[in-house]
């Protein structure tokens, strides 16, 4: 087991598991129904990318770089992909400025994921 891996998703998780509290109780009557189906799916994908984190400590007693390289895009696609979408559920209720900046971020954020799924795969063909 990889304890960076495992303390890194139990934070990944417990972070989810309060902004998903966040978007059942305080935010709805905060921001609109739309916004709210962006903060879910923000949600949603943080916590499957945290199951495959929790995997991955298991498969890291390898050594294989591919996943340390799994690790870092699962950990960049939730803060990019997710962080984004958080952002962009809560421009209009606080008229963020930032969120024309934010936009082009969630591709960047779900291409990270696609290579955390990718070198998963690869590392797997490689053991033995």
Known sequence: MNKRI??????????????????????????????????????EYQFYHTFALL????????????????????????????GSLYVLALKDAYHLAITQFVGPVTPIGGLCFILGWVCLFLAALKDK
């Open 6 to 43: 495992i303390l890194t998703a139990a934070f990944f998780g417990a972070l989810a598991v309060i902004l998903g509290a966040f978007s059942a109780h305080s935010f709805k009557n905060l921001i609109s129904a739309p916004s709210l189906e962006i903060w879910q799916k923000g949600v």
């Open 55 to 82: 995997y991955l400590s298991t498969f890291a007693r390898y050594k294989n770089k591919l996943i340390g390289f799994s690790f870092i895009f699962f950990s960049l696609g939730i803060i990019l992909f997710s």
